[in-house]
């Protein structure tokens, strides 16, 4: 069973880069990848890995994560979220998965071109790319609960890559998914002039941001039990295949906890990234962020 007997010649770059002398031991790891997860995963798979390879390499590193920490899947099915499984406490966990991308060239919303020297980071843009992902998931979650697909108890996740954003994939600091979901904006320091030392680090709140057009796009989902209630959490991979040696690589997952989800995530969910929980500490906003569990061999 392998994913790399298919023509190239219609194939993405990701994947005729895969075929290169040199890639012998990715492509087994992927290969080997495949036949364990290959039940979890849709019939056509094999054939959009080589025609949206980005986006069929973090369902396999997804699928791969979750059998690693004890998650029993579902077999792949139609018309359901992308992977189903139960929780220790035998509630069903949902969780639907998105590869983001930076659309069509012509989009006036896309990241600029790099240049030789210094640019601004293109935050805004990659804020809206996730925004956006994090809506179209939000009404797919919505309409599996409308046809009974989904029920009001169940945990529903929505896992999405920010791989195919490379090279604009993530930054120093807070985490950029955070800030799609959650107004924390950019970071503020205050030095006590007389010493010289940092008495406070905080974030400036930011509700929205504004799209070429002029459209604005709120930054508040996880504030918004009435739009984004459903959602329990958002799983987030920073992962890059054209740099992706088979190692889990914990600090490029993250995640982060609806506080005003309908169905809070359970406690112990995804251990092996970075959870983010935004908690009320005298009437103000912070997060509390717990490390990834000792990290497990594999994906």
Known sequence: MTLFDLDPEHATEGYRRLLDKGREDDRERLDGMYARAAAFLDANF???FARATNDRFFE?????ALLDHDFVLEAAAENRPD??????DGRRLWVEAVSLSWGQPGNPDRAPELKEGLQPAPIREVLLRKTSALKEK????RHYGETGVVAPEDVCV???SSGGLHPHVEGVGLPRIVSAVLPFGDEQITIDRATGHVVAMTHERRAELTKTNGAVVPTTAFETPEEYGQISAVLHDATY???WRGDLQPARWVTVDNPTALVPPPEQLFTWGTRYRAISVDGAVQLQETPAAAPRPST
């Open 158 to 160: 929505v896992a999405m």
């Open 83 to 88: 992977f189903a499984t139960r929780l220790p």
């Open 46 to 48: 094999k054939d959009q």
């Open 138 to 141: 939000r009404d797919r979650f």
């Open 60 to 64: 396999l590193r997804l699928a791969n």
């Open 241 to 243: 295949l054209g740099t």
